[in-house]
């Protein structure tokens, strides 16, 4: 039953006290975020974790966090993920034989001038491929930050593996959508304006989505628009660019938790990101209209696959010296991908 379960995590934190630590990633399930020792957007938990001595850390959000987890605390410190399929298909889409090849073409025709940039939302191979070649990661929460550094090193860049974060956020910093180029990894082919020249090219985005928060549309923003005209719109820039321009605001998961604090009661949000973060918003306040823009609600499969189920198992076995699903990154790869996680937290 459920409240067995809760029990058997009550007691397994209770047994391990500081030895434990819990972070949970705003998507999660309330059922998981309950037990959070901390929550937060996947730059404060990558932060948190370089700061933490607690020699576990069950990590409740997806795989690529809990090896940014595994790479940022020390070597005697475990790293476990309640269910190994907690993946994310955007980090999926971008596999290092791909971003060779990518990188071969694309250094073929910029030769030096490009930095590569990627996603937190990538994996520890691709990490590692931006420290090697001078790179550093970005989260939605300082993307912006990170573009600006990567100008000041290179021409040009790739950023990996999201096209709408790369896109939303240099258009915001001033670059015309005609300086942006997209990488296909499927086709290994460069798609930009005919009538622009490559040299013109500042930012290559590499051709990968969110398939949660590309359910979001214009459409849905103009029937709003009609019905509740005073309604405010709020999406997360992994949105497309056409629903980031006809939103009100575009913010990471922390910038739209801080708005909706600041926000008068009474007032009215439509909010584009995953569904249990725009539940938990509905929940909290009870005094504004909060809701999400997609009627249906878009929720992350693999965020949601960690639950009390998963979370109860692993803390068992845990007390059993069981590392169920720990997650370890190859120190070769660690070392370099260290090197763009590093130069990241360095400018936030
Ligand atoms: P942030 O936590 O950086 O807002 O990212 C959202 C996300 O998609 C995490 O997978
Ligand atoms: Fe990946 Fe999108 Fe899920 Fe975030 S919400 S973990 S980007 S699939």
């Not at 090219?201 to 949660?212: A, F, Y």
């Not at 169920?324 to 763009?340: G, H, M, S």
């Amino acid at each position: 039953s459920m409240a067995e379960k809760q029990e058997r995590i009550k007691k397994a934190k209770k047994f391990f006290g500081t030895d434990l630590l819990i972070p949970g990633h705003h998507y999660q399930r309330e059922e998981v975020i309950q037990f959070a020792d901390v929550t937060g957007d996947s730059l404060q938990l990558a932060q948190l974790c370089g700061q933490e001595s607690a020699p576990f850390i069950v990590f409740c959000g997806v795989h690529f966090m809990a090896e940014t987890a595994d790479m940022l605390t020390t070597a005697n410190q475990r790293v476990m993920l309640p269910d190994l399929q907690a993946g994310c298909s955007m980090a999926d889409m971008a596999t290092m034989a791909q971003t060779n090849r990518a990188w071969d073409a694309l250094t073929a025709q910029f030769s030096d001038t490009i930095l590569p940039l990627t996603y937190v939302n990538s994996s520890a191979d691709i990490k590692a491929f931006c420290g090697r070649h001078g790179g550093a990661c970005v989260t939605s929460s300082n993307a912006a930050k990170m573009i600006e550094w990567a100008f000041s090193q290179k021409e040009r860049l790739l950023f990996l593996p999201d096209q709408h974060l790369g896109r939303n956020t240099a258009a915001a910093l001033g670059i015309p959508l005609a300086q942006m180029a997209v990488w296909n990894p499927l086709t290994h082919e460069l798609e930009m304006a005919e009538d622009v020249s490559w040299q013109e090219i500042k930012v290559i985005l590499w051709k990968g989505h969110c398939s949660v928060h590309e359910k979001f549309t214009v459409e849905q923003i103009a029937t709003i628009r009609e019905k509740e005209p005073e309604t405010k719109i709020i999406v997360h820039p992994e949105c497309t660019y056409e629903v980031v321009q006809a939103a009100d605001d575009a913010g990471s998961t922390h910038y739209i938790i801080e708005q909706l604090k600041r926000a008068a009661p009474g007032t009215s949000w439509a909010v584009g990101t995953e569904m249990n973060l725009v539940n938990r918003l509905a929940m909290i306040h009870q005094d504004k209209h909060v809701y999400s823009l997609n009627k249906t609600m878009c929720a992350c499969l693999t965020m949601n696959r960690i639950d009390l189920e998963h979370l109860a198992w692993t803390l068992d076995l845990l007390q059993e010296g069981v590392y169920q699903y720990e997650i370890k990154v190859e120190e070769k790869v660690a070392v370099d991908a260290r090197l763009a996680l590093e130069r990241m937290l360095a400018h936030v």
